[in-house]
């Protein structure tokens, strides 16, 4: 008991005081995780929506497929990612195994296609004549998708929620392909990990505490923004 | 062919998933005019008006607009910036009411005063001036259904295509807008084409009709040839004509032709072989009800009828005769209590030979 007692007095002592290594490590976090999402925001949003407006053969099982990957592994991500990029590997020769870009990397592929998966809902459940009203008013093809992609803003933040908060948690692959490298690719998790299993459990109740604050704080951000567009 | 027609069809067809939805081999809107296509649900009027504004790509057959075929990627987006559809749900986008009206002129990248003007002209037509800064979810349905017109008319179109305008509206709601609507059609000249389906709405907003059923056109013509000269039993009774009579053609000469009906005779207008069998149909607003004492009747067929059934319609009721054969008339509820008739009560009852309208039937 007195353990944990004296854990939680001694992480929030490393909050209150800014720990540089905390916060070196709170930030470096920040970054890797927003900066995947933003790039699986792009890819997500665009074939999500691709695939959600346009009939082709197979539709139906492509969208399973973006379905299946909503609950991708992080460790098979993990692996996947760092055979790649293995000194060995077919994208060797660009050395960045164990750099945060190989975080970033692994990260995004975790969170496209859980950005994908709910764009493309959200696109879906647009009224089924939106679109054709939307042309009728002389929309070219790309503004109407344009128009569609505001309309469905709401569900799409759903959507970088619900991607960040997937990757900011996730442990596997960042430290597969990341190596927890003091100073240079350790983030939130990968810290608490190693912190737990050193057996400093106040350092990694501060950081579980941390990741909690993080994952709160830009959720109750997206969400004010939600719910200010929403007024019912 | 018609050199003023706005836009022709010529062998339309579109199929779906191996149906064939529509079958048009001709159709002219005219210009300057309001085409009211009419049809019991699922008849394909939704599905002409999307494929005659571009946005359903027809299997076969030809549309040409202002005389030029719409038949590339390029002609079909051309037509689409010079007509504007309105559909059946007011379909807003989730901004104001002021940015949902301004939508179609800013894919036409005008600026910004030029936006504005367009849009308060609008705006204003509809009556909705008030409204510019409401949020669009939080409108009424009349109120969505009017944004969503002005929408459509702030891009001055050449041609507006409405599908079921009033359709979902309550009673006051529903005559308000009409009227409106009317107002603005009239005094823009812009063509119209509305799919329809309430016979009223038809006769007070269109000039032409076309019929439809299960994807084909049964009959075209002005408003008024389709009412009075329906030319098959499915029309005259889609367009309300109450009394459809099986009868027998007993005599012709000069035009006057006798119709044997269950035993009794109508005279009617038109030239017909003898034996021949027809339908004599008769609109209700064209029967005149008297009481017995009333001798001074000028129409050529006069009936003493029993009043089978009153049912009440708002302000007249609908009255079912027995003169040998049936008969539906029309009386305004104070002329009922005036002429004392109840159920089974005796009239006279009298209609012109002109406004019997006789159709051929098959053997």
């Known amino acids: 008991m007195d353990l944990i007692v004296q854990g939680i007095i001694k992480a929030f002592e490393l909050i209150i005081s800014f720990d540089p290594e905390v916060i070196g490590i709170t930030w470096l976090s920040l970054k890797i995780s927003g900066t995947a999402t933003f790039i699986s925001l792009f890819i997500g949003v665009s074939i999500g929506t691709a695939v959600a407006l346009n009939n082709f053969y197979g539709k139906r099982f492509v969208i399973s497929l973006i379905n299946t990957g909503m609950g991708l592994p992080p460790v098979v991500v993990g692996l996947f990612v760092t055979m790649m990029i293995w000194r060995s590997g077919p994208l060797g020769f660009l050395e960045i195994l164990y750099t945060p870009y190989a975080m970033i990397i692994a990260q995004a592929i975790i969170a496209t296609p859980i950005v994908m998966g709910i764009s493309l809902a959200a696109i879906q459940n647009l009224p089924p004549n939106l679109r054709l009203q939307i042309l009728s008013l002389g929309a070219s093809r790309l503004q109407m998708v344009w128009v569609l992609i505001k309309e469905a803003r709401l569900p799409l933040l759903a959507a970088v929620m619900a991607g960040f908060g997937g990757v900011i948690s996730e442990i596997g692959a960042s430290i597969m392909v990341g190596g927890n490298i003091k100073g240079y690719s350790r983030v939130l998790t990968t810290a608490t990990v190693m912190e737990t299993g050193k057996g400093n459990f106040d350092i990694a109740i501060a950081l579980g505490i941390i990741l909690l604050l993080v994952a709160f704080a830009i959720n109750a951000l997206l969400t004010q923004i939600q719910q200010r567009q929403h007024p019912r | ?363």
């Open chain 2, 1 to 363: 062919m018609n050199p003023e027609a706005m836009m022709k069809i010529e062998n339309l067809i579109l199929r779906r998933g191996g149906v064939t939805v529509l079958d048009i081999p001709e159709l002219h809107v005219q210009r300057e005019r309001i085409l009211a296509i009419i049809g019991p649900n699922g008849a394909g009027k939704s599905t002409l008006l999307l494929t005659m504004a571009g946005l359903l790509k027809p299997d076969h057959g030809k549309i040409y607009y202002q005389g030029n075929p719409v038949d590339s990627r390029a002609s079909r987006s051309d037509m689409r910036r010079r007509i504007s559809v309105v559909f059946q749900e007011p379909l807003l986008l989730n901004t104001s009411v002021y940015k949902n009206v301004a939508l179609g002129l800013k894919f036409r990248h005008l600026t910004g005063s030029e936006i504005e003007k367009s849009v308060d002209e609008s705006l204003e037509y509809f009556g909705i001036t008030s409204l510019a800064k409401r949020s669009a979810k939080t409108l009424s349905g009349g109120e969505a259904k009017r944004v969503s017109l002005a929408r459509a008319f702030a891009l001055k179109p050449e041609l507006i295509m409405m599908d079921e305008a009033f359709s979902s509206l309550d009673p006051p709601t529903r005559e308000g807008l009409m009227e409106d609507l009317r107002h603005i059609l009239q005094e823009t000249k812009i063509t119209a084409v509305m799919a329809l389906h309430d016979r009223e709405e038809t006769l007070r907003l269109a000039q032409d009709v076309t019929v439809m059923a299960a994807g084909k056109i049964i009959q075209s013509g002005t408003t008024s040839q389709i009412f009075n000269q329906p030319d098959s039993e499915f029309v005259a009774n889609f367009v309300g004509t109450e009394t459809i009579l099986e009868g027998m053609v007993e005599s012709c000469t000069d035009g006057n032709m006798i119709v044997s009906v269950q035993g009794k005779e109508i005279e009617a207008i038109g030239d017909c072989s003898v034996g021949q069998k027809v339908y004599c149909c008769l609109r209700p607003e064209n029967v005149t009800l008297s009481s017995k004492a009333q001798e001074q009747i000028s129409a050529r067929n006069i009936f003493e009828a029993k009043v089978s059934k009153i049912i009440r319609q708002g302000f007249f009721n609908k009255l079912v005769l027995d003169c040998g054969f049936p008969l539906v008339a029309y009386i305004t509820i104070t002329s009922c209590e005036d002429l004392g008739i109840t159920q089974g009560v005796t009239v006279v009852a009298s209609f012109k030979a002109t406004s019997v309208h006789v159709i051929h039937r098959e053997k």
